[in-house]
């Protein structure tokens, strides 16, 4: 089943504010990867993290490999609009066979009312 | 260049009908998955390939079949649909030995009644 829990479920944004998600895991992963998915289509691929203690960034997006191995935030600074929708961490075992990613269940990211 | 494509975009079956989902890449992937997507689950793997010829079981196989005889194309067969089956299916591929760059397509939504 899922080993990927992702924090928060949904969070609302307004313009300019920064927000931070995180995904922790039971099992250590040797790569996490960040997600987004706007509505009607697949993932895009953010960021990805190959080393514990990482730390990447891909414009307003920061991303950290936790030093255990079992979780990764995400940040957003000074989000606009377009930051609204679903992003999802995944995460490789070690040792993994065919690729294969392990999904967390998502964070919604809405613009406050 | 195309990425990734699925067809068709939205379908409805009625249980026990069969169907084939179409899943394509013109990247010349050796890696190519099945996933599907439920509320608040994540992506969940169905079955995956490495390369031609080459089918294996993902978290969530049963009810599914798979073939891959060309590196391009990637089908996800359902035997005989159930309701528990209702999702929105996603197809993604990668480079071989390249698993953090996986790229989705944009997904096939399938309702069983």
């Known amino acids: 089943g899922q080993q990927l829990n992702q924090s928060p479920q949904s969070m609302f944004i307004q313009e300019g504010e920064d927000v931070s998600m995180n995904c922790t895991s039971s099992s250590i992963f040797n790569t996490w990867l960040w997600y987004k998915q706007d509505p009607g289509e697949g993932p895009v691929l953010l960021i990805a993290?190959?080393?514990?203690?990482e730390l990447t960034s891909n414009g307003r997006l920061t991303a950290q490999f936790g030093i255990t191995r079992k979780d990764s935030f995400l940040n957003i600074s000074a989000s606009i609009p377009s930051d609204v929708g679903i992003y999802f961490c995944a995460g490789q075992l070690k040792k993994a066979a065919g690729n294969k990613l392990t999904f967390g269940g998502g964070t919604r990211v809405l613009v406050k009312p | 260049n195309a990425g990734v494509t699925q067809t068709p975009k939205f379908q409805v079956l009625k249980t026990g009908q069969s169907m084939t989902l179409q899943c394509a890449q013109d990247?010349?992937?050796?890696?190519m998955s099945w996933y599907r997507q439920d509320p608040g689950m994540g992506l969940r793997l169905i079955h995956y390939?490495?390369?031609?010829?080459?089918?294996d079981q993902g978290e969530v196989p049963n009810g599914y079949n798979v073939s891959r005889s060309t590196t391009e194309d990637f089908p996800l067969r359902l035997l005989s649909a159930a309701p528990s089956q209702t999702s929105v299916y996603f197809c993604?591929?990668?480079?071989?030995?390249?698993?953090?760059?996986?790229?989705f397509g944009p997904g096939t939504r399938l309702t069983v009644t």
């Open positions: 993290l190959y080393k514990a203690g």
């Open positions: 390939s490495v390369g031609a010829g080459i089918t």
């Open positions: 990247m010349n992937h050796e890696y």
């Open positions: 993604a591929s990668s480079r071989g030995g390249q698993v953090y760059e996986q790229y």
